[in-house]
T-cell receptor
Framework: DVKVTQSSRYLVKRTGEKVFLECVQD?????MFWYRQDPGLGLRLIYF???????EKGDIPEGYSVSREKKERFSLILESASTNQTSMYLC??????????????FGSGTRLTVV | QQPVQSPQAVILREGEDAVINCSSS?????VHWYRQKHGEAPVFLMI?????EQKGHEKISASFNEKKQQSSLYLTASQLSYSGTYFC??????????FGRGTSLIVHP
C-alpha cells in the first residue's frame, strides 16, 4: 500500500513563527498536493507539485509556500503563521496523469493551531 | 468551482440505504469519491470516468451522468463502518479535482 506520512499529527505555534509541515510518500508518485480542511468548507487546495522543483498555486496559496527538492518529499511552509491558518492540513499524492485516472492517497493530517 | 453535495447530513439505521449526490456547474470528465472517518485521512473509494460507467466497492456503488454533470453515491444495506464524511471530487477542465464540502453519514445500530 502507498503510504503518505506527515511528520506531525499536532502542532502548536505562535503567531509570526515560520512553520514547516513535512510530507513523505513511498510509492514514487510524481504528483503531490497540500490541502487545508476546515469545517463546512471541505478540502481546499493550497499548492501542488507534479515534479521535483516544480510547484503550482492552488486555490488558496496566500501566506504559504512549498518546497520539493526530492521526489518523495513535499514541504509546506507558513512564512509567518497567523491565527487564521489554524486548520487541518492534509498532504496527498497520486501517480502521473494527475487526478484523471487515479485516486489520491492522503496522509493522516497535521492539526495546526496558531496562538 | 466547488461541486455541491446533497444532503449535508444523513442519519440511518443499520441496513438502510442512502444516496449522496454531487453536482457541478461545469462539464466534467471524471469524479472521485472519498470517505473520511473522524480523525483519519480521507480514503479513496472509486473514480468514475466520462461515459456514465457505474462502479462498485463492497455495497457502495456510484454513477456518473456527464450530461447532467452529476454523480451519485449509493450505499446499500448500511453498516456501522460506513459512518463518516463522504467527499466528491470533480474534474473538468483542470486535472486537479475540486472537492465538495462533504456529506456526513451517521449509521446507528
Amino acid at each position: 500500500d502507498v503510504k503518505v506520512t506527515q511528520s506531525s499529527r499536532y502542532l502548536v505555534k505562535r503567531t509570526g513563527e515560520k512553520v514547516f509541515l513535512e510530507c513523505v510518500q513511498d510509492m514514487d508518485h510524481e504528483n503531490m498536493f497540500w490541502y487545508r480542511q476546515d469545517p463546512g468548507l471541505g478540502l481546499r487546495l493550497i499548492y501542488f507539485s507534479y515534479d521535483v522543483k516544480m510547484k503550482e498555486k492552488g486555490d488558496i496559496p496566500e501566506g504559504y509556500s512549498v518546497s520539493r527538492e526530492k521526489k518523495e518529499r513535499f514541504s509546506l511552509i507558513l512564512e509567518s503563521a497567523s491565527t487564521n491558518q489554524t486548520s487541518m492540513y492534509l498532504c496527498a499524492s497520486t501517480p502521473t496523469q494527475r487526478g484523471l485516472y487515479y485516486g489520491y492517497t492522503f496522509g493522516s493530517g497535521t492539526r495546526l493551531t496558531v496562538v | 468551482q466547488q461541486p455541491v453535495q446533497s444532503p449535508q447530513a444523513v442519519i440511518l439505521r443499520e441496513g438502510e440505504d442512502a444516496v449522496i449526490n454531487c453536482s457541478s456547474s461545469k462539464a466534467l470528465y471524471s469524479v472521485h469519491w472519498y470517505r473520511q472517518k473522524h480523525g483519519e485521512a480521507p480514503v479513496f473509494l472509486m473514480i468514475l470516468l466520462k461515459g456514465g460507467e457505474q462502479k462498485g466497492h463492497e455495497k457502495i456503488s456510484a454513477s456518473f451522468n456527464e450530461k447532467k454533470q452529476q454523480s451519485s453515491l449509493y450505499l446499500t444495506a448500511s453498516q456501522l463502518s460506513y459512518s463518516g464524511t463522504y467527499f466528491c471530487g470533480t474534474l473538468g477542465g483542470s486535472y486537479i479535482p475540486t472537492f465538495g464540502r462533504g456529506t456526513s453519514l451517521i449509521v446507528h445500530p
